[in-house]
């Protein structure tokens, strides 16, 4: 959901995991967000066991139980990244009083100014890509 995450409202009901990348609308590049239901954040099956079956045994960092257990600490994270992510979430509430709509009529207001551009421009663009192709 990197592309419409704080864009419009969600209905995260409706889903068991959604990732996105904060890179796309919330920070810099690196950052990865998993919201998971809490019926996923169950422990794994101990992976010895798991191997003397002959199953397979998933990596640690898809393992959202532990993950959870240790506070998103298991593996070293990016602060720098995870900070400026954190200042521009705080601006947009703070900007937003109404949250996800204030945001969804900008989002709106950039599509509509891009899409406009597009369309005036159509023909001029449409020499721009044949050349790369």
Same mark, same amino acid.
């Given at each position: 959901?990197? %592309? ?13 995991? #959604? ?17 998971? &239901?809490?019926?996923?954040? #169950? ?7 798991? &191997? $003397? =079956? +002959?199953?397979? #045994? +998933?990596?640690?960092?898809? %393992? ?25 979430? $705080? ?32 023909? &001029?663009?449409?020499?721009? =890509?044949? %050349?790369?192709?």
């Amino acid at each position: 959901m990197s %592309s419409n995450i704080i864009s419009r409202p969600i209905p995260f009901e409706n889903y068991s995991v #959604v990732f996105f990348g904060a890179q796309k609308k919330k920070g810099a590049a690196g950052i990865t967000v998993v919201i998971a &239901r809490k019926s996923l954040l #169950v422990p794994l099956a101990n992976s010895k066991i798991m &191997r $003397k =079956l +002959g199953l397979p #045994v +998933g990596p640690i960092a898809l %393992s959202w139980g532990i993950i959870n257990k240790n506070k998103s600490l298991y593996n070293t994270l990016p602060i720098h990244n995870i900070f400026i992510a954190s200042e521009v979430l $705080k601006n947009s509430l703070n900007t937003f009083p109404n949250k996800v709509a204030g945001q969804t009529a900008v989002s709106q207001k950039k599509a509509e100014l891009i899409y406009g551009a597009l369309d005036k421009e159509s023909d &001029r663009f449409h020499v721009c =890509l044949k %050349s790369f192709i």
